[in-house]
Every structure is written in structure tokens, then in C-alpha cells.
């Protein structure tokens, strides 16, 4: 199958939960790449003002993840207005209720999957209605580094990431044959504003995680949007069904902290 020829066209990219942190900075890279990028984003003034910071080719649409109904009208939108989609990053979420199993509850469990997961399924699933018919298209979902390893307190959180890193592989084989491309990134803790509130509750320790990466720091949200860039680009053209960790080291890491320092630092003298 060959890859698709972009360049004299006008393509077209989704960010869903666009109007902030990673699916902001994605929304301004992308819209380097792509001639069109929908902000979609529950807060339908926050989606508009951001396509506004970018310019009138681009477009903020009001859409909430969770529902089945606003999905579709999304793509039907999108669609009506631009008359294709090439891209989409699934990218709203919500924080979590940061607490340990026995004082979690089932509303605030649900209500995380319902954003993270179903979410993903509901835009993938429309959006792929469109790629088919194409026969191309790409999608990027955000899993995490909690949905790669287990993180006390986050299970909801966890859950979700770790069924998109799995969705993201059946369907990454469902559609290859019809020119689909689905593939996911696994952010390690990157500088939001959701993790600053989190650090200023006492849900996050700044420092700890900073000393367990093997990097020494976060993320800053552009480095998570560059990587996603790419897995939407033919640039990526024979990547597909990969979930790709951009965490700083942190999965590939498996010694005490103390092990960490430079070159110079854990030189020993002859």
C-alpha cells in the first residue's frame, strides 16, 4: 500500500481536549503541519477563543467525549465544513481522585473511564467512518506511563490508559488494510496546569518525580506535541499499533534512584 500524498492538499487534523496543556500545544504544532485543525473541547468558548489564537483556517467545536450523539455531530461538522479528516488525537481527559482503593468511589472510577476510554473508542470509531471511505487517515491516542506500570491511588486513571494502549493495537490492526495508521503516545509526568494543581494539593511530590526520572525533570507539553506530530505524519507511514512512551527515561529505568547521576558524578577515581 503506498502512502498517501499530503503535501497539495488540504488536510485536515482533530484535537479533542484541545483547549489546554498537551491538546493545546498539539493543537499550535499540528497546525504547522496541517492546512486546518479543529479544536474540540467540552467548553465550547474555550475551543473558539483557541482557534481564534491560531487563525481563521482553523476551528473550535464544542464536544463532549462521553457522548455518543456529540461525537458523531463532531465529524459530521468537521466533515460539512472541511470536507475531510487526515487526522485526530484523542486527547481530553480529566484529572483523577487521587486516593488509595478502599476510599476510591465508583462515580468518580466511572466517570474517568467514561473520558479516557470512551472517549477514545466514540472518536476513533466516527472518525474511522470517514477513513474508510478515504481510505486513509491517522489516528494518535494519549495512554500514560500509569497505564504501563502500576501506580498506587490511580487506578481509575491507570485502567484507562492501559485499555487505550490496548484499543489502540486492535485497532491499529483492523484498519491497516484500508490505509488507517493507529498508534499512541504514553506520556511520562509532564508540566500542566492539571499537575501543578496536583503538586499544590499534595497529590504529586515535584521532587520524587523528578529524581526517579532518568532525564532529572518533566515535560514540557510542546515535547509531548512533537511526538505526537510525528505518529499523525506520513513521516510515520509504516508505524502502526505502537504505543510510544515519551517519558524521559522513566519505563526504561529499574534501579533505585541513587543510581542516577552524571558521567562525571559516578566516575570512580583510579
Not at 450523539?69 to 459530521?76: D, F, I
Not at 499512541?184 to 496546569?193: F, Q, R, S
Not at 494543581?197 to 512533537?226: C, F, H, K, M, Y
Given at each position: ?114 473520558v479516557h476510554l470512551r472517549g477514545a473508542f466514540l472518536c ?147
Amino acid at each position: 500500500m503506498t502512502t498517501p500524498d499530503t503535501s497539495s492538499r488540504s488536510t485536515v487534523a482533530i484535537v479533542t481536549g484541545a483547549g489546554d496543556g498537551i491538546g493545546w500545544a498539539t493543537a499550535q504544532r499540528l497546525a504547522r503541519d496541517f492546512a486546518h485543525v479543529v479544536i474540540a473541547d467540552v467548553r465550547a468558548e474555550a475551543a473558539g477563543a483557541r482557534a481564534a489564537e491560531l487563525g481563521t483556517a482553523h476551528a473550535g467545536m464544542a464536544c463532549d467525549v462521553t457522548s455518543e450523539a456529540s461525537v458523531v455531530s463532531l465529524m459530521q461538522q468537521v466533515r460539512e465544513r472541511f470536507g475531510r479528516i487526515d487526522a485526530l488525537v484523542n486527547n481530553a481527559g480529566i484529572g483523577e481522585q487521587s486516593v488509595m482503593t478502599l476510599e476510591q468511589t465508583v462515580d468518580a472510577f466511572d466517570r474517568i473511564l467514561a473520558v479516557h476510554l470512551r472517549g477514545a473508542f466514540l472518536c476513533s470509531r466516527e472518525a474511522a467512518r470517514v477513513f474508510v471511505a478515504q481510505q486513509s487517515g491517522a489516528i494518535v491516542n494519549i495512554s500514560s506511563i500509569a497505564g504501563l506500570q502500576g501506580h498506587p491511588g490511580r487506578n481509575a486513571y491507570g485502567a484507562a490508559k492501559a485499555g487505550i494502549a490496548s484499543m489502540t493495537e486492535a485497532m491499529a490492526c483492523e484498519w491497516a488494510r484500508d490505509g488507517i495508521r493507529v498508534n499512541a503516545v504514553a506520556p511520562g509526568y509532564v508540566l500542566t496546569e492539571l499537575v501543578k494543581s496536583l503538586v499544590a494539593r499534595g497529590a504529586l511530590n515535584l521532587g520524587d518525580i523528578e529524581e526517579r526520572t532518568p532525564i532529572g525533570r518533566t515535560a514540557q507539553p510542546a515535547e509531548i506535541a512533537e511526538a505526537i506530530a510525528f505518529l499523525a505524519s506520513p513521516r510515520a507511514s509504516f508505524i502502526t499499533g505502537v504505543t510510544l512512551p515519551v517519558d524521559g527515561g522513566w519505563q526504561a529505568f529499574g534501579a533505585p534512584p541513587a543510581k542516577l547521576g552524571t558521567v562525571k558524578e559516578k566516575r570512580v577515581a583510579p
